[in-house]
């Protein structure tokens, strides 16, 4: 596989999943997922920090009090931790001038044991975080969201790639799979999927999600198609899909008329329901027994996108130190 940031994957076969939806659907558990990188990163961050002399850095910015950026932030804390990573921590109050956050971000830029930078979005108004993204070195970038890493995924060459469609790869390199997850599996057990001859959906064409998505899917050499606001007739458009992604942001959108009996269907959507629960952009009662395989909300994609960013820095760190394979 060209570079997905994620160590010693083979390509596999073309999958032959996508077959039966007579069978219950296999469901996708991304906390358990997120474990088996864990794991795989720790033993690899080990490798490393022994041959370099210094552990992986990532160095994580918050600014404000949005009580969703500080839980994000507190679990991408204590994941890079388990893995072996030293973390640096700043958290600045609403009020920081844009002068101060560049600033911040300059200062990690320069500091040799940083090698993930990652600014938690959204930032309060009015700073823009476009704007500072950019100002993070590329080959600093956890996120896989500067416009130099944006374009390096679409010439398919070696970078960040942005991590929630990094972890929505993995996921289906599982639902493709028969590896039964367990607590020794790794990466390494998970073959790159193949999609040749596969039709590969995304709803959602944001530069977070849904465009990389699209170019990951393309990497794997799936046909894709993007679909947006402005589709005609979505449901017939996602019913070709052998793999749908719903990264839409419209609570239970994806119901079984959009879905191919058999279909993997990978939902990227967390919505909050006026009942104040997490629910997808798929309505996973009605999807999944249509489905071969089903990712859940809350506890797919979400916890995958965390992962990813550890696997990112790890990859940072092996691509300055020259240990990439
Ligand atoms: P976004 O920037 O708002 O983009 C949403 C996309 O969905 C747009 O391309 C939009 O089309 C399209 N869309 C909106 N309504 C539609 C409809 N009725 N039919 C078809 N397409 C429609 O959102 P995002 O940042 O990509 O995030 C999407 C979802 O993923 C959100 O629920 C977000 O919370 C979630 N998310 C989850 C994770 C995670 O870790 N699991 C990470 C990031 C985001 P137009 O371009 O035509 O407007």
Same mark, same amino acid.
């Given at each position: 596989?060209?570079y997905?940031?994620?160590?010693?994957?083979?390509?596999?076969?073309?999958?032959?999943?996508g077959?039966?939806?007579?069978?219950?659907?296999?469901?996708?558990?991304?906390?358990?997922?997120?474990?088996?990188?864990?794991?795989t990163?720790?033993a690899?961050?080990?490798?490393?920090?022994?041959k370099?002399?210094?552990?992986?850095?990532?160095?994580?910015?918050?600014?404000?009090?949005?009580?969703?950026?500080k839980?994000y932030?507190?679990?991408?804390h204590?994941?890079?931790?388990?893995?072996?990573?030293?973390?640096?921590?700043?958290?600045?109050?609403?009020?920081?001038t844009?002068?101060?956050?560049?600033?911040?971000?300059?200062?990690?830029?320069?500091?040799?044991?940083?090698?993930?930078? *990652?600014?938690?979005?959204?930032?309060?108004?009015? &700073?823009?975080?476009?704007? #500072? /993204?950019?100002?993070? %070195?590329?080959?600093? $970038?956890?996120?896989?969201?500067?416009p130099?890493?944006?374009g390096?995924?679409?010439?398919?060459?070696?970078?960040?790639?942005?991590?929630?469609?990094?972890?929505?790869?993995?996921?289906?390199?599982?639902?493709?799979?028969n590896?039964t997850?367990?607590?020794?599996?790794?990466?390494?057990?998970?073959?790159?999927?193949?999609?040749?001859?596969?039709?590969?959906?995304?709803?959602?064409?944001?530069?977070?999600?849904?465009?990389?998505?699209?170019f990951?899917?393309?990497?794997?050499?799936?046909?894709?198609?993007?679909?947006?606001?402005?589709?005609?007739?979505?449901p017939?458009v996602?019913?070709?899909?052998d793999? *749908?992604?719903?990264?839409?942001?419209?609570?239970? &959108?994806?119901t079984?008329? #959009? /879905?191919?009996?058999? %279909?993997?269907?990978l $939902?990227?959507?967390?919505?909050?329901?006026?009942?104040g629960?997490?629910c997808?952009?798929?309505d996973?009662?009605?999807?999944?027994?249509v489905?071969?395989?089903?990712?859940?909300?809350?506890?797919?994609?979400?916890?995958?996108?965390?992962?990813?960013?550890i696997?990112?820095?790890?990859?940072?760190?092996?691509?300055?130190?020259?240990?990439?394979?």
């Amino acid at each position: 596989m060209s570079y997905a940031g994620l160590p010693s994957a083979k390509l596999s076969p073309e999958f032959s999943a996508g077959g039966c939806a007579s069978h219950p659907p296999k469901i996708l558990d991304g906390k358990t997922l997120s474990r088996t990188v864990g794991r795989t990163v720790a033993a690899e961050a080990a490798v490393v920090t022994k041959k370099v002399g210094r552990a992986p850095g990532l160095a994580v910015i918050l600014v404000g009090e949005n009580p969703a950026s500080k839980t994000y932030v507190a679990s991408k804390h204590r994941f890079a931790k388990e893995c072996g990573l030293v973390t640096f921590d700043t958290h600045l109050p609403a009020s920081t001038t844009k002068e101060e956050l560049a600033a911040v971000i300059q200062g990690y830029n320069n500091n040799d044991l940083v090698d993930g930078i *990652l600014l938690q979005l959204p930032l309060p108004a009015p &700073l823009d975080g476009a704007e #500072f /993204v950019r100002m993070i %070195a590329p080959e600093k $970038d956890a996120d896989g969201l500067h416009p130099m890493n944006q374009g390096l995924l679409l010439q398919g060459a070696p970078a960040p790639r942005p991590c929630t469609p990094l972890g929505v790869m993995t996921m289906l390199d599982l639902a493709m799979s028969n590896v039964t997850l367990s607590d020794t599996t790794t990466l390494a057990d998970l073959p790159a999927a193949s999609l040749a001859g596969k039709k590969a959906v995304v709803i959602g064409r944001s530069q977070l999600v849904g465009k990389p998505m699209g170019f990951l899917l393309l990497e794997r050499n799936a046909t894709v198609t993007f679909a947006h606001s402005k589709t005609p007739d979505l449901p017939a458009v996602c019913r070709e899909a052998d793999v *749908l992604v719903a990264a839409v942001g419209v609570p239970r &959108l994806v119901t079984k008329n #959009f /879905v191919k009996p058999g %279909a993997i269907v990978l $939902d990227v959507g967390i919505n909050r329901l006026p009942d104040g629960k997490l629910c997808g952009d798929v309505d996973y009662e009605d999807v999944a027994p249509v489905s071969s395989a089903i990712t859940p909300v809350p506890g797919g994609v979400g916890p995958m996108t965390v992962a990813m960013l550890i696997s990112n820095t790890l990859q940072n760190f092996k691509r300055k130190h020259g240990l990439t394979a």
